[in-house]
């Protein structure tokens, strides 16, 4: 079974960093996409980076430059690299797997509806939460 585990959220100052992790567990074989998703209060979630099974990687607008996302295949570890954070960036922040046909989805998977199936075709994690202070 599929089991996706975040950590490394918490509270920033604006202009702060953070790095978040997820640790992956029962991949058996290659998502389609990797991702983080974030969701404030009152707004709904929407999708902030991603990695896809052709190792390309997109960032949502609000983010580009600033977050950076990687993964470690040995430990089966995805990260999210936070910088010059903003109160903006104050929300709960998962980490998604989505398990469909094809490679090269690219923006595709910032998409939520394609996180919206059950196993085997999508994971989400518990998420970790991110507060930002000015």
């Known amino acids: 079974q599929v089991q996706l585990v975040e950590s490394g959220g918490g509270s920033a100052q604006s202009g702060g960093s953070l790095t978040l992790s997820c640790a992956a567990s029962?991949?058996?074989?290659?998502?389609?996409?990797m991702s983080w998703f974030r969701q404030a209060p009152g707004k709904k979630r929407e999708g902030v980076a991603s990695?896809?099974?052709?190792?390309?990687?997109v960032y949502a607008d609000s983010v580009k430059g600033r977050f950076t996302i990687s993964q470690d295949n040995a430990k089966n570890t995805l990260y999210l690299r936070m910088d010059n954070l903003t109160l903006e960036d104050t929300a709960m922040y998962y980490c998604a797997a989505a398990f469909s046909p094809g490679s090269g989805w690219g923006e595709r998977c910032l998409r939520p509806r394609y996180y919206e199936f059950a196993p085997p075709f999508a994971y989400w994690g518990q998420g970790t939460e991110v507060n930002v202070s000015s």
């Open positions: 029962g991949i058996t074989k290659t998502a389609t996409c």
């Open positions: 990695i896809d099974n052709d190792d390309n990687i």
